[in-house]
């Protein structure tokens, strides 16, 4: 496959090219190539006699008429400038060759499409089996044909002049530019000729253009190789594409590394014009370290160094600052703000009068650079030399500003999370607190609710009791009543005995004794006999009201079972009511 870079791919590596004219054709155009040094008349010759092959005129039908739609598209183009450059046998013998192609190939017809009068079913859709896909990348590449071109002027107009692309720039060069900028006029692809996507309509060349620019799956090479064209074309009209509502164009930014430099690190602001006067031993005096960074204090300078010279103070003192970005900024503030008086570098060199009125001396600064610490250093030796290197503003001032920029960032979204959460919390805390007195008041009503539940059950208990004892002592009394009844009968029976034998002794003193003795048995035995009747009828009747009793407990105490489980069913009902209630009211509370 051809390469990738190339501007036209050799598409016959791609496409399958079948028959041997073809190949006879390729080596033909090839020796037009290599003899162009030769005259108009041994190139027409030489041209044809490899057309006609050696034996007579013999038309030239390619077997896949795609396979030559971009082999050697300038050749008509070198013949026409042959024949009209040498003599006019040359022109001649071209105009012969040129006879010989069945076709009458000239630039006007080389537009044409190549599938358009191909009746033998060779020339099939695109799609069939002629696309190979290059196995480093995702684009289909299809064929396209050879395109020998020998400059850019040649090129451009060769791939105008294609018999892809002719009929397309033939009627863009008919229309002016504010026509070409219509999004009335619709556009086909040329690119997609005679293939899939060939009939598909595109609203304006912005759009054709991106279909061009995009497309991977279908000659994806020929449909770039088509927008490079338009654009350079367009590029050559003054033709911009716009569309209504905005506006397209490209722009060139700055690069997106700037360059770097070095500065003195750590940051130093140099001092000028710092010396006093000179001593009776002709040796200069200055400020002093504290007296200069007091003379700064706004400025967060760490320490102060003056240089010393065979004649004492230079008058040349440095401020230095913290090894940090944060010293950096400060020593270019104070740097700025020198510059802003008028007291920079350049007015420090062109100062003529160091003093003003009043006879001060003023001050000058500016950021300090290697030259400037190595004048500085240039009468000191061994550790008194002021130590400092050279690194690099990107590496020690811009990454960090950029850091600090990203921690300010997260320190921002910290702080607005804090307060989030301060805010959150102090509504929680209020919501504890709130929760907190309703659960104490709960609580305070649910102790007030037990005591009065408990003396209400105690009332309750007293009156059950209460009520319980007037029954029982009017059980007792009916058991009284009864137990004297029973007493009753058994003296009367008794009575009634006694009776019986004092009428029996009676009898026996008036009449017979055996007789009267044998009536008191008989009375005796028959009172025997209706007593224990009587007791038996007693016992039974007492079974019975054991059994009534027993029967009227159990029946009591089922309902009694039944109440107490229903007051529980009615409690836990109440419960869950205030239960719900309750969670309902802290739901809405915290929404």
Not at 535 to 548: G, V
């Amino acid at each position: 496959m051809a390469e990738v870079t190339d501007s036209f791919p050799e598409l016959v590596s791609v496409y399958r090219v079948s028959g041997s004219k073809i190949n006879q054709m390729s080596q033909t155009l090839a020796n037009i190539k290599r003899n162009s040094e030769q005259t108009g008349h041994s190139r027409t010759d030489s041209l044809s006699r490899n057309l006609s092959g050696g034996s007579g005129p013999r038309a030239w039908y390619p077997q896949n008429s795609r396979s030559n739609a971009w082999r050697h598209p300038n050749v008509i183009h070198k013949l026409e400038k042959w024949g009209n450059g040498e003599s006019g046998e040359a022109n001649g013998k071209s105009e012969q060759a040129k006879s010989k192609f069945p076709n009458n190939l000239t630039c006007n017809d080389v537009g044409t499409n190549p599938c358009m009068n191909d009746k033998s079913g060779q020339c099939k859709d695109d799609d069939d089996d002629d696309e190979l896909v290059d196995s480093n990348s995702d684009t289909v590449y299809d064929s396209d044909d050879d395109l020998d071109l020998d400059d850019a002027e040649e090129s451009h107009e060769a791939r105008k002049k294609s018999q892809w692309f002719v009929a397309f720039f033939d009627v863009s060069d008919s229309l002016t530019i504010e026509e070409i900028n219509s999004q009335a006029r619709q556009w086909h692809c040329p690119a997609c000729q005679g293939g899939i996507g060939a009939i598909k309509w595109y609203p304006g060349l912005l759009a054709l253009m991106n279909h061009a620019k995009t497309i991977k799956a279908r000659r994806a090479r020929l449909h770039r190789t088509f927008a490079e064209t338009l654009e350079e074309e367009l590029r050559r009209r003054n033709v911009s594409i716009t569309v209504a509502g905005g506006v397209y164009g490209r722009w060139e930014g700055l690069d997106k590394q700037v360059k770097d430099h070095e500065i003195v690190w750590p940051p130093m602001v140099v001092t000028m014009n710092t010396r006093y006067e000179q001593d009776e031993n002709s040796k200069w005096s200055g400020m002093g370290n504290q007296e200069l960074l007091d003379c700064f204090s706004e400025y967060a300078a760490s320490k102060a160094r003056h240089s010393y010279g065979p004649q004492g103070h230079r008058g040349m003192s440095v401020l230095i600052f913290e090894a940090s970005t944060t010293g950096y900024l400060e020593a270019v503030r104070l740097h700025k703000h020198f510059k802003e008086q008028g007291r920079d570098r350049e007015a420090w060199n062109k100062c003529q009068n160091p003093f003003v009125q009043g006879g001060k001396r003023r001050l000058y600064g500016y950021l300090a650079s290697m030259e400037d610490m190595n004048i500085f250093n240039r009468h000191c030796g061994g550790k008194s030399k002021l130590k400092f290197e050279m690194r690099s503003y990107q590496e020690m001032v811009e990454s960090k500003i950029k850091n600090i920029n990203d921690d300010n960032q997260l320190v921002y979204y910290f702080k607005k999370q804090a307060a989030k959460e301060q805010i959150k919390s102090q509504a929680l805390e209020a919501s504890l607190s709130k929760v907190s007195q309703k659960l104490r008041q709960t609580v305070e009503e649910n102790r007030l609710v037990r005591e009065r539940s408990k003396i209400q059950h105690e009332e309750k208990k007293e009156e059950m009791d209460a009520q319980e004892q007037f029954f029982l002592d009017q059980i007792q009394v009916i058991q009284q009543a009864i137990d004297a009844k029973e007493e009753k009968f058994e003296k009367l029976q008794q009575e009634k005995r006694e009776k019986e034998i004092q009428f029996c002794a009676d009898f026996a003193e008036r009449e017979d004794y055996k007789q009267s003795v044998e009536r008191i048995s008989s009375f005796t035995r028959l009172q025997d006999k209706h007593m224990r009747k009587f007791e038996a009828e007693r016992d039974k009747l007492a079974k019975i009201h054991e059994d009534k009793k027993l029967a009227l407990k159990k029946k009591l105490w089922q309902e009694e079972v039944k109440l107490e489980k229903e007051f529980e069913n009615e409690m836990t009902k109440l419960m869950d009511k205030f239960t719900s209630g309750q969670c309902e009211e802290e739901n809405g509370r915290q929404k």
